[in-house]
Nanobody
Framework: VQLQASGGGAVQAGGSLRLACAAS????????MAWFRQAPGKEREFVAR????????YYSDSVKGRFTISIGNPKNILHLQMNSPKPEDTAVYYC????????WGQGTQVTVSS
């Protein structure tokens, strides 16, 4: 499975950004999918996860109420809607299974300015 995240860029605090992740090689079925992020000098951390149906959603406390994870159409596309981002959301964002079962892709850089 190859994972390709896209949609990152520079955004001002309070704006919005929509990330996408495409999986090639198989669909997200069964395992569900998740977003992670890694800020400079920090370890990779969990952001949000969804089951295959998009009905069981979980978020880290730091993004709850601001970010929304969803599965697109076709179902090998994963989205992360980032509303009201904060400078502390600046990081490289990655997608993977919730357990990090697949090889990590390059991620997409998100930079939030105040």
């Amino acid at each position: 499975v190859q994972l390709q995240a896209s949609g990152g860029g520079a955004v001002q605090a309070g704006g919005s950004l929509r990330l996408a992740c495409a999986a090639s090689g198989r669909s997200f079925a069964a395992l569900g999918m998740a977003w992670f992020r890694q800020a400079p000098g920090k370890e990779r951390e969990f952001v949000a996860r969804t089951d295959w149906l998009g009905t069981r959603l979980y978020y880290s406390d730091s993004v709850k109420g601001r970010f929304t994870i969803s599965i697109g159409n076709p179902k090998n596309i994963l989205h992360l809607q980032m509303n009201s981002p904060k400078p502390e959301d600046t990081a490289v964002y990655y997608c993977n299974s919730p357990e990090g079962s697949y090889a990590w892709g390059q991620g997409t850089q998100v930079t939030v300015s105040s």
